[in-house]
């Protein structure tokens, strides 16, 4: 069984193969960084027309990389949501036509459902039951997961999701859009020991997350260490970097560890786009070697939004017959977890 997996939530642009007996046969990448850098985030109705010009081609690309034809392909998977609105229907109209002028069946897939199952893509894939932290820019979830579609969502932001707190704690700190991973960077220079930040909602009981506090208390900070050029130091900058993600990660790292005791499960699975952070995968690695549990992560390229995730996901669905064959175009920009509904 081959799945053609179409990945546009966003401002990536993927589209990978996935065949149940080989794995994983072809995996096309665009991202769309250079075109939003200039506007300092996201622009939506820019995003969307990329998308329009690249998701034919890379669909083209990737069954060459296969060696395949349409003719090969026995399912089409696409992200129906979350993610923004036009950017999912580019996906989903493709996605959609593509299935009906083929012949096979169109996969509605969720994205966070794709980030959850990415790990299964590796050599070594988690076993059932495990708690899931998804952390990326638009979301930050606890999710306590006994089986394929089996998904309980037990904590999550209450305002800023982890990725987003990074990129606007970078922005604050004058670095280039995405930030996150260039705050990350500075922060491997800072001193650990000159500034201290909260960790959020972790003195009170719930697995819930709350980073608007933390990312205040980091912007006030910066405006007190402006100097008299109205600038801030490289060390400066770099040492409250540090306290800011060690207190962001510190505070992933609790709600973790007490979803765990919760649950009484040794599996933690980490992925979304901050799960490539390095101090959390070291934090999260040592919490786990000390529980004698294991913690699984999707490899680099899989953290961000991908292809392949989605053609796994999808191969999922189509193997449970969970799939559509009417023309009916549908994307869900909110569709939470616990609303899918397997058959």
């Given at each position: 069984m081959?799945?053609l997996?179409?990945?546009?939530s966003c401002d990536?642009?993927?589209?990978a193969?996935y065949?149940?007996?080989?794995?994983?046969?072809?995996?096309?990448?665009?991202?769309?960084?250079k075109?939003?850098?200039?506007?300092?985030g996201?622009?939506?109705?820019l995003?969307?027309?990329d998308h329009i010009?690249?998701?034919?081609?890379?669909?083209?690309?990737a069954?060459i990389?296969?060696?395949l034809?349409?003719?090969?392909?026995?399912?089409v998977?696409?992200?129906?949501?979350?993610?923004?609105?036009?950017?999912?229907?580019?996906?989903?109209?493709?996605?959609r036509?593509?299935?009906?002028?083929?012949?096979v069946?169109?996969?509605?897939v969720?994205?966070?459902?794709g980030?959850?199952l990415a790990?299964?893509l590796?050599?070594n894939?988690?076993?059932?039951?495990?708690?899931?932290l998804?952390v990326s820019?638009g979301?930050?979830?606890?999710?306590?997961v006994t089986?394929i579609g089996?998904?309980?969502?037990?904590?999550?932001s209450?305002?800023d999701?982890?990725?987003e707190?990074?990129?606007?704690t970078?922005?604050?700190?004058?670095?280039?859009?995405?930030?996150?991973?260039k705050l990350?960077?500075?922060?491997?220079?800072?001193d650990t020991s000159?500034f201290h930040?909260?960790r959020?909602?972790t003195?009170?009981?719930?697995?819930d997350?709350?980073?608007?506090?933390?990312k205040t208390?980091?912007?006030?900070?910066?405006?007190q260490?402006?100097?008299a050029n109205?600038t801030?130091?490289?060390?400066?900058?770099?040492?409250i970097?540090?306290a800011?993600?060690?207190?962001?990660v510190?505070?992933l790292?609790i709600?973790s560890?007490?979803?765990l005791?919760?649950?009484?499960?040794?599996?933690?699975?980490?992925?979304?786009?901050?799960?490539?952070?390095?101090?959390l995968?070291?934090?999260?690695?040592?919490?786990?070697?000390q529980?004698?549990?294991?913690v699984?992560?999707?490899?680099?390229?899989f953290?961000?939004?991908?292809?392949?995730?989605?053609?796994y996901?999808?191969?999922?669905?189509?193997?449970?017959?969970n799939?559509?064959?009417?023309?009916?175009i549908?994307?869900?920009?909110?569709?939470?977890l616990?609303e899918l509904?397997?058959?």
């Amino acid at each position: 069984m081959k799945i053609l997996g179409i990945e546009t939530s966003c401002d990536e642009t993927g589209v990978a193969i996935y065949d149940d007996n080989k794995g994983l046969i072809a995996n096309q990448l665009y991202s769309q960084i250079k075109l939003h850098a200039d506007y300092g985030g996201v622009v939506p109705e820019l995003a969307s027309r990329d998308h329009i010009r690249k998701t034919i081609p890379l669909i083209q690309s990737a069954l060459i990389e296969a060696n395949l034809t349409s003719a090969d392909i026995d399912g089409v998977a696409y992200t129906a949501g979350p993610g923004l609105i036009g950017a999912l229907m580019v996906g989903a109209s493709i996605g959609r036509s593509l299935a009906y002028a083929w012949n096979v069946p169109a996969i509605a897939v969720n994205h966070m459902e794709g980030h959850l199952l990415a790990p299964m893509l590796e050599e070594n894939p988690p076993e059932f039951p495990f708690i899931a932290l998804l952390v990326s820019g638009g979301h930050t979830q606890l999710i306590r997961v006994t089986n394929i579609g089996q998904y309980q969502l037990i904590g999550e932001s209450i305002d800023d999701a982890a990725g987003e707190a990074f990129d606007k704690t970078a922005k604050l700190l004058g670095l280039d859009y995405p930030g996150g991973a260039k705050l990350s960077k500075l922060a491997e220079q800072g001193d650990t020991s000159r500034f201290h930040f909260p960790r959020p909602m972790t003195d009170r009981p719930g697995l819930d997350f709350s980073f608007s506090g933390l990312k205040t208390a980091t912007a006030n900070t910066i405006y007190q260490n402006i100097n008299a050029n109205n600038t801030i130091d490289t060390q400066t900058k770099a040492d409250i970097a540090r306290a800011f993600e060690d207190a962001l990660v510190d505070t992933l790292v609790i709600k973790s560890r007490r979803a765990l005791d919760q649950s009484g499960f040794k599996h933690l699975v980490v992925a979304g786009g901050v799960s490539a952070n390095k101090t959390l995968r070291q934090k999260l690695t040592a919490l786990m070697q000390q529980r004698k549990g294991q913690v699984y992560y999707p490899r680099l390229d899989f953290c961000t939004d991908n292809g392949a995730m989605i053609a796994y996901a999808g191969m999922i669905h189509l193997k449970k017959a969970n799939v559509s064959t009417d023309l009916t175009i549908n994307v869900k920009p909110r569709w939470p977890l616990n609303e899918l509904v397997y058959f």
